[in-house]
């Protein structure tokens, strides 16, 4: 994607937890504060705008992504979205729904909420973006083609049942994909898939993932479109692989 787009990945959004999830919450006064940030400084787009239409240089393009649907995506951060008008889109992980994320069993040491179907609803009601992160969050990179194929198609047909057409878009759990993953994406008809920052490359784009500590510069630096070509430049990336490894640990579970 053009280095003048930015798409951002979060996932929970509240007060940080003695967890091994910590990493990935952000506090809603700093989630706020990045929102007023991309308010004066960035053009927020949806996912449709950026992954259709071409960037024209000026102000770089950001979209905001939520993976996971946790309950606190609705209650804590779309208010803040709303106050801006700025779209964004939530990946469920369909199986999940109305459940908490019980689908890493190693890393039960914080439970959280997800959306309900009816939650889901009202979040597509209110003009955000539902895509899918697929149904049983597993690891699509690694997965069987047929549980692939298998895990897509269930997902797709629980957001068309749920809203009443396709998902257009597909974040990878765990933000890893495949070859076969990809493919297998595009033939579940979706219009684009995403993954993090590590890979950028069709049906598999590269995201920003947001962390607690992103704050001041390190969030405008994240935002600037040059951190994530930079991350994966090698020398950058060698050095950087001692640091993220833990951050990759903790999202591993998200
Ligand atoms: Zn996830």
């Known amino acids: 994607m053009s280095a003048r787009s930015v798409v951002l990945a ?5 007060p940080i937890p003695r967890s091994q999830l910590r990493n990935t919450f952000v506090p809603l006064d700093v989630f706020e504060r990045q929102m007023d940030f991309l308010a004066r400084r960035r053009s927020v787009v949806s996912l449709d705008e950026l992954v259709r239409a071409p960037a024209a240089g ?44 019980r689908w890493d069993a190693a890393r039960e040491d914080l439970e959280l909420e997800l959306m309900s ?5 009202e979040c597509s009601q209110r003009g955000f973006e539902v895509g899918s992160h697929g149904h049983r969050h597993v690891d699509l990179s690694r997965a069987s083609e047929e549980e692939v194929r298998e895990d897509l198609r269930a997902s797709v047909e629980r957001i068309s049942a749920l809203l009443g057409r396709s998902p257009r878009y597909l974040a990878y759990p765990y933000g890893r994909a495949s070859e076969l993953a990809r493919k297998a994406a595009a033939d579940a008809g979706f219009e684009e898939a995403f993954a993090l920052e590590w890979q950028d490359e069709p049906f598999a784009r590269s995201r920003v993932p947001i962390f607690p500590h992103d704050r001041g510069w390190r969030f405008a630096f994240k935002v600037s479109g040059r951190y994530a070509g930079l991350r994966r430049s090698r020398p950058v990336a060698a050095g950087y692989a001692r640091l993220i ?4 640990r903790a999202l591993s579970s998200a």
């Open 245 to 248: 490894r833990p951050l990759r």
């Open 10 to 14: 979060y996932h929970a959004v509240g």
């Open 117 to 121: 179907d009816s939650e889901i609803v």
């Open 58 to 101: 000026g102000t770089v393009r950001v979209a905001i992504t939520f993976d996971d649907a946790y309950r606190s995506t609705l209650t804590r951060a779309l208010p803040v979205l709303e106050r801006h008008r700025f779209p964004a889109t939530v990946f469920a992980p369909t199986a999940w729904l109305g459940d908490r994320n």
